[in-house]
């Protein structure tokens, strides 16, 4: 039977919550499903892959892969994928995995959907639901003359289970060969967030105009650390550098779709609501009951933000206690 | 010394999307049709990098049904791009056969020093086509970048990655670099420069004569829907306090997200 390669991700020696749904996914398949783990620092959990739902483990333990390098890891992937015999690649639509993956699927003739909200795989056959235009529409994209097929998935799409400490899986190590490269990782600068990236976290909160000032989003960083929430903004504040870009939800910043978006005085431009409609359950915390949010949002309060945002994060860390 | 930017048309953000009754695709009537907002920074960093290095000329080159995508390489021109090329291709070529013609229209130019195209199309949001682009052109690639620098063997840049980290890469050209946001504030277009855009000589490749086969299309959209209707918001009432526990319950009972 045709095997599924998952190609997984760590942070902080633990297997990403979007590498997990990817390998639990890819289990219920029925197909083998061999997860591939590079780089030294990752291959220290490379048991954890088998927990999920992983057959077999392929892993370098080469330092070399401990930065991420799109030369080195498109050779490694594209040589993984040939030593497994996988018509199937699954990876996560995260910074690596929007890098890499196109290139790989240059490299040997695959095709590739980036973007995936659901996946359907039947046999051979694979269907993927993505959003265009912002989600303002949704298409099922299928492929044609692709001996390898290569999907990338939102985060947040797929159900996860807990671990099974019980499986183990084969590891095999392999040396992959490695091309000559004209790509050097000099540094890298590491972010002050400790959080997940928004593109990646399960709840997100945002802060945007309303909040009047940079300093506004003291309160807001205060319940998103009640909620493990990462935190998010609007265009108007990041433009007028408040927060850095890093944080932006929107058309031209990040598309998130979290299980939970809390928009606290964000009006909701076209812009923003490009980025965060695929959530599923907004809450919007605006004074102006006509503000264009509130058409996007599950919940709405109409209030002073300033009043209800604290209240909120008492309140929540004292029904998260229970 | 030649440096392409790899452009899309796009709707523009505010198009309102309709679908083709038959699910085949999107309704063409009424869309507004603009510059994919991040090939702006691209185009803007090609000029300015030409703007220190004489000799270098900027060419914008799109793929796309020639009649609409030309516009898009007529707002590069006016931005300041010297040359424009358009591969006249279907509607829907998949991001693989994109990237085949783009890299082959740029190859029968002679190659790039350096090829520049934005992250992402905000239309697909597939971000693809450009690292494939670099590999069939068998060059380097950086992908997501806000800070470029470049002498005449070295490109280096800082790419944005996930959690607000950033990665220093050095790669040797030529090298292909996708801009985000932050990169640069582009210029807009001059009245003068408009006026030459308008009369700009665009050249044409047509996709079938480059030699790419029909196998060479791997992805197909289908069924095209819109999204299902938001049932309308549930607006909580009463004062602060009874906001915030309506809303508690809400989250926890109703959609069980906490």
Avoid at chain 1, 33 to 53: F, I, K, N, S, Y
Wanted: glycine residues 8%.
């Amino acid at each position: 039977m045709s095997k599924v390669l998952v190609f997984t991700e760590f942070q902080n020696g633990s297997l990403k919550r979007s590498s997990q749904e990817l390998l639990q996914f890819a289990a219920k398949t029925g197909k083998p499903v061999v997860a591939l783990v590079l780089g030294a620092q990752a291959a220290a959990g490379a048991a954890q892959a088998a927990q999920h739902g992983a057959s077999e483990v392929f892993v370098s333990k080469d330092t070399a892969y401990d930065a991420y390098n799109p030369e080195l890891f498109s050779a490694a992937v594209a040589e993984a994928i040939q030593k497994s015999a996988a018509t199937l690649v699954l990876a996560s639509t995260s910074a690596t995995g929007k890098d890499l993956l196109p290139r790989v699927a240059a490299k040997i003739g695959a095709g590739v959907v980036s973007d995936g909200t659901e996946i359907t795989v039947s046999g051979e056959d694979v269907k993927v639901k993505k959003p265009l235009y912002s989600g303002k529409c949704f298409v099922t994209a299928q492929f044609e003359n692709a001996s390898v097929k290569i999907v990338l998935m939102r985060a947040n799409q797929l159900p996860v289970a807990a671990a099974d400490t019980t499986k183990s899986a084969t590891i095999t190590e392999i040396a992959f060969a490695k091309p000559s490269l004209k790509t050097l990782i000099k540094e890298i600068i590491k972010g002050t967030s400790e959080k997940l990236d928004l593109t990646e976290a399960n709840i997100v909160v945002s802060g945007g105009r309303g909040l009047k000032e940079a300093g506004g989003f003291g309160m807001i960083n205060d319940l998103a650390n009640v909620l493990g929430a990462t935190v998010g903004a609007s265009r108007a504040v990041v433009d007028s550098g408040w927060v850095g870009h890093s944080m932006q939800v929107g058309q031209t910043g990040k598309t998130v779709a979290p299980s939970l978006y809390i928009a606290v005085g964000i009006s909701g431009a076209i812009q923003h609501l490009a980025g965060m409609s695929g959530s599923k359950v907004i809450v919007a915390i605006n004074s102006d009951a006509n503000a264009p949010i509130f058409q996007k949002a599950t919940y709405g309060i109409v209030g002073d933000a300033f009043e209800i945002v604290p209240k909120l994060t008492e309140e929540f860390k004292k029904a998260l206690q229970h | 010394m030649k440096i392409f930017v790899c452009i899309k048309q796009v709707p523009d953000t505010e198009t309102k999307i309709k679908i083709l009754s038959d699910q085949s695709g999107i309704d063409p009537a009424g869309i507004k049709w603009v510059m994919n907002p991040y090939d702006e920074y691209a185009v803007e960093e090609a000029i300015k990098f030409r703007e220190k290095n004489a000799g270098a000329q900027v060419w914008v080159i799109t793929s796309g049904p020639k009649a609409r995508a030309v516009e898009a390489l007529r707002t590069g021109l006016a931005m300041g791009a010297d040359e424009a090329i358009v591969v006249n291709s279907p509607e829907n070529l998949d991001a693989y056969s994109t990237a085949k013609g783009l890299a082959a229209a740029i190859k029968a130019e002679g190659g790039a020093h350096l090829v520049f195209a934005g992250k992402l199309a905000i239309d697909s949001n597939q971000s693809s086509v450009p690292q494939m682009v670099a590999e069939f052109l068998e060059i380097p690639h950086t992908s997501v970048v806000s800070k470029f620098e470049a002498t005449a063997e070295n490109v280096t840049v800082e790419r944005d990655v996930d959690g607000g980290s950033k990665e220093v890469v050095q790669m040797l050209a030529p090298a292909l670099v996708t801009a985000n946001k932050g990169l640069n504030m582009p210029r807009y277009a001059s009245l003068p420069g408009i006026m030459k855009a308008k009369k700009k000589v665009i050249k044409e490749v047509e996709f079938s004569s480059l030699g790419i086969a029909a196998t060479e299309q791997k992805v197909k959209y289908v069924g095209y829907s819109l999204p299902p209707e938001k049932p309308a918001v549930k607006q909580l009432t009463g004062d602060a306090s009874a906001q915030v526990s309506q809303l508690i319950s809400a989250l926890r009972d109703e959609a069980k997200v906490l």
